[in-house]
T-cell receptor
Framework: NAGVTQTPKFQVLKTGQSMTLQCAQD?????MYWYRQDPGMGLRLIYY???????DKGEVPNGYNVSRLNKREFSLRLESAAPSQTSVYFC???????????FGPGTRLTVL | DQQVKQNSPSLSVQEGRISILNCDYT??????FLWYKKYPAEGPTFLIS?????DKNEDGRFTVFLNKSAKHLSLHIVPSQPGDSAVYFC??????????FGQGTRLTINP
C-alpha cells in the first residue's frame, strides 16, 4: 500500500499563475483533508471532504478551491497564485471514530 | 485565536533522559487528543492519542498525560533516543471531522 500520495513534490510558480495539487489515497478512507504548514503556525486546515461528493471550508480557504474527484482523489487548486501561498501543503485521509489522519509526503510550493 | 498551543518552539534533551513536550488548549469541547511526529521532508505520522475520559495512555517509550481541569496535555518520551529528534505536533479533535493542530515543538536529542 502506498498510503497517501501527493504530486508534485516541488513547484515554483509566478504570481498569478494557476496550478492543481493532486492527492490520492489507497486506504479506502471516506474523509480527506488539505493543510498548509508555515513556520510557527503549525498545520492549518484549508478544506476537507467528509465523504465523496462533499467538501467544506477549513480555517484558511481563501484563494483555494478543491475537488473530490472520487473516493480516492482530492485535488487542491490555486486559481491565481500569490506569494502568501508559499507554503508546504499536506494532504491527509482518515476513517473511523477517532479521526486519526494519515498524511502524504507534502508539496513544497514557492510563489515568486 | 489559537485553540491549541505549544508554547515551546524547541527542546533539547540528552540521549537517555526523559523528553517532556507540552500542549495547552482552550476549548473544553475537545474530546480526543493526538500527537504526531514529523521528520524533515516527510508528512506527519501518528504517534499516540488519548481520549478525554482518560488521564494517561502509554505505548512503549511514549506516554501521554491529560489534565482536563488545566486543559493541558503532555507527551513523555523515556528514554529519549537520537531517532526521536523531530518536530512534534499535538492536535485536538473538533467535531467528528476536524483536527486542530498546535504550532509544533522541535525536539533535538543530543548524544
Amino acid at each position: 500500500n502506498a498510503g497517501v500520495t501527493q504530486t508534485p513534490k516541488f513547484q515554483v510558480l509566478k504570481t498569478g499563475q494557476s496550478m492543481t495539487l493532486q492527492c490520492a489515497q489507497d486506504m479506502n478512507h471516506n474523509s480527506m483533508y488539505w493543510y498548509r504548514q508555515d513556520p510557527g503556525m503549525g498545520l492549518r486546515l484549508i478544506y476537507y471532504s467528509a465523504s465523496e461528493g462533499t467538501t467544506d471550508k477549513g480555517e484558511v480557504p481563501n484563494g483555494y478551491n478543491v475537488s473530490r474527484l472520487n473516493k480516492r482523489e482530492f485535488s487542491l487548486r490555486l486559481e491565481s497564485a500569490a506569494p502568501s501561498q508559499t507554503s508546504v501543503y499536506f494532504c491527509a485521509s482518515s476513517e473511523g471514530r477517532y479521526n486519526e489522519q494519515f498524511f502524504g509526503p507534502g508539496t513544497r510550493l514557492t510563489v515568486l | 485565536d489559537q485553540q491549541v498551543k505549544q508554547n515551546s518552539p524547541s527542546l533539547s534533551v540528552q540521549e537517555g533522559r526523559i523528553s517532556i513536550l507540552n500542549c495547552d488548549y482552550t476549548n473544553s469541547m475537545f474530546d480526543y487528543f493526538l500527537w504526531y511526529k514529523k521528520y524533515p521532508a516527510e508528512g506527519p505520522t501518528f504517534l499516540i492519542s488519548i481520549s478525554s475520559i482518560k488521564d494517561k495512555n502509554e505505548d512503549g517509550r511514549f506516554t501521554v498525560f491529560l489534565n482536563k481541569s488545566a486543559k493541558h496535555l503532555s507527551l513523555h518520551i523515556v528514554p529519549s533516543q537520537p531517532g526521536d529528534s523531530a518536530v512534534y505536533f499535538c492536535a485536538a479533535r473538533q467535531g467528528a471531522q476536524k483536527l486542530v493542530f498546535g504550532q509544533g515543538t522541535r525536539l533535538t536529542i543530543n548524544p
